[in-house]
């Protein structure tokens, strides 16, 4: 009697998604412009909350995942299907993000100009604690925050990280163990402090 091995609910969705998604992206590189709608629809949210994460500022953050969406729109034809969509398109928003905060840290050098206000309306309780892990979240080196942020609050596998950030799959549990040593240390320095 042969065995048939069950895949987790997780997984088969995974598959699932997967396999329609590569039907969508075969459309959308056709020209199909309702497959092109619906594919970046899905990483929409994800995209903009990469952009925020990295650049700390709504409106800077929602003008990159605007770009960045209109990017991968005219590059999708040349999108050759050697990784998931989905991690192409955090590579192209993640190159973005980074080369707008360098844009943004030359020019502040240059100009010695003060750091905009952020804009801070949420007033409710947890506002003190966003802040507080945002401030965390930045004292660290840029290597180190972006493995924690994928893993972290994109739920990235490892290897997935791997595959954005051109690393392998050792380096990248190995800055995420640093990562989170590091957040950890400045975190408690800071709450030392109230």
Known sequence: MAKFL?????????LA???????????????????????LGRHREDVGR?????????????DA???????????MPQFRGESEFSTWLYRVAL???????????????LFGGEEEAR????FSPRSDTKMALETALDALPETLQIVLVLRQWHEKSYEEIGAILNLPTGTVKSRLHEARREFRRIWEAQNEEI
């Open 6 to 14: 069950v895949l987790p609910r997780v997984l088969r969705r995974r």
């Open 17 to 39: 998604q997967s396999s329609h998604e590569r039907e969508l992206l075969r459309r959308a590189q056709n020209g199909d412009r309702e497959a092109v709608a619906v594919l």
């Open 50 to 62: 990469l952009c925020f994460q990295i650049l700390r500022e709504r409106e800077k953050a929602e």
């Open 65 to 75: 995942a605007q770009e960045i969406l209109l990017r991968a729109f005219e590059k």
């Open 95 to 109: 190159n973005h993000c980074l080369e707008i905060k360098r844009t943004l840290a030359r020019r502040e050098s």
């Open 119 to 122: 804009c801070t309306a949420d």
